[in-house]
């Protein structure tokens, strides 16, 4: 659903004694319009006119600048393995800092339903979370009734796409294929770890993960979210989460643990998307004139904008890394990147998917590979959104030739790559970062819970949800007008319904509380 850097503080990452050090991870400013992206030789669309929409001749050199980072070259071709960034052979992390230590690692997911009537609970999870629908504290004793009466509205619609799919979403199993495959990667590495699942809106929910942890006596914890990019509402909403069971918990309290934020830069994922994109050109009869469509998950614009969240750029700098593994193999098509699941009367980061798709086919495109770039697990965003819904509408466009790149799932390099970052960050668990982690940033950034959480999301009390529901004002559309003047009045209705105990929500048992 919301499947989404500002400085980063590195010090202490023992919960509950965070002594915070000098930033080295700077505020990275997303750019005040897409005409700052400039255009790439060998990885543009050509604009038939000086009107079109720069959204639609992106080129995959996606950075802030008209050239890459240096830095960012650097980083990432010189600093990509264990070996190299952190320690001297992976012997060494074992002898170091696993030890007598019993090591966890807690790979953080979405969740989805199994079952078509899951989708109802599961919905009623995702909108009972204030990250998705943040209310005034004067009324934040309605998040659990709007959140049921928004699921039981939408739960019909879900049911249809989960049913198209085989009645329910594959990304526990595949996310349980991934925490095997992890944990048979670290043993072949010589660390041995038990690898948990904690899904945000299903089960196995995170608290149960943290409950089996505990019972297994781990001591020291490294949390790696599968999101490749870091966003707010993603990887920050498990990581808020984590936060506030860590601080009820007196043996969590005491648990070392480091977070892995994001990973979208490591070599091994890079060249894992790239080889998947390679395979999928193959396919086509004239794999040359073969656009590239990167298509992920999107996040409302504010969140950029307003809240410092580093997506957009993580996301864009991770295509320019892919087709840049990609030109090395002598690949240099055309790519574009647009964001898709867009919900709700307010404006999301652009191009939408949609919109890009019949643009596409206006312009002459004949053939269109689309890559899931922020998923790792199919679910219902690729097996029905793109596979289904975005098919269609490309074929109707008037493109010919649709091919879709697989989710990574348990792809041997990616899960290798994986074992190595969770090798890299043993060091800082539970200990302070050495002084010169600028010089080698094998990853982005490490820290704890607590010190993500503020690093990240400096703003949380103020964060825009997806639906901004309560904001009045001058807007910049007669949509996002409309749609904050219909959610107004179902809060109307929502107090008038409480106070008086009468009404058809009442009626439906959907307020069964407050007769």
Known sequence: MWSSSQASTRGVVEMGRVEAGPSHFPKRPAPQNSARVNLSRTHTVKPTSA????????????????????????????????????????????????????????????????????????LFNLFADPDIIRLPRLFRFLQKPLAKFISEVRAPKSKEGYASIGGGSPLRQITDAQAEALREALHGKDVPANVYVGMRYWHPFTEEAIEQIKRDGIT????????????????????????????????????????????????????????????????FQEPQKVMIFFSAHG????????????YKAEMEECIDLIMEELEKRGITNPCILAYQSRVGPVEWLKPYTDETIIELGQKG???????????????????????????ELALESGIKH????????????????????????????????????????????????E?????????????????????WGWTKSAETWNGRAAMLAVLALLVLEVTTGEGFLHQWGILPLFR
């Not at 409302?300 to 904008?305: F, K």
């Open 220 to 283: 020291k914890l490294v949390v790696l979210p599968l999101y490749p990019q870091f966003s707010i509402s993603t990887s920050g909403s498990s990581l808020r989460l984590l936060e506030s069971i860590f601080r009820e918990d007196e043996y969590l309290v005491n648990m070392q643990h480091t977070v892995i934020p994001s990973w979208y830069q490591r070599e091994g994922y890079i060249k894992a998307m790239a080889t998947l994109i390679e395979n999928e050109l193959t396919k």
């Open 365 to 391: 495109v004949k053939s269109l590979l689309a890559v899931p770039i922020s998923f790792v697990s199919e679910h219902i965003e690729t097996l029905e959104e793109i596979d289904v819904e975005y098919k």
């Open 299 to 310: 996040v409302p614009l504010a969140y950029v904008e307003e809240a410092g969240d580093p």
């Open 451 to 471: 010190e993500l959480l503020a690093a990240y999301d400096s703003k949380r009390d103020e964060l825009p949800p997806p639906v901004i529901v309560w904001e």
């Open 51 to 122: 009107g079109d929409r720069s959204g639609i001749s992106v080129k995959c050199n996606l950075g802030w600048s008209s050239q890459p980072s240096p830095d960012l070259r650097h980083h990432f071709r010189g600093y990509s393995s264990a070996s190299e960034a952190v320690l001297t052979s992976q012997s060494d992390v074992r002898k170091l800092f696993v030890g007598n230590e019993k090591i966890g690692v807690l790979l953080l997911n979405l969740g989805g339903p199994e079952t078509l009537d899951d989708v109802q609970p599961f």
């Open 402 to 449: 649709w091919g879709r790149v697989p989710a990574l799932g348990c792809e041997p390099t990616f899960i290798s790559d994986l074992a190595d970052a969770v090798i890299e960050s043993l060091p800082y668990v539970g200990a302070m970062a050495v002084s010169n982690l600028e010089a080698r940033q094998s990853l982005v950034p490490l820290g704890s819970v």
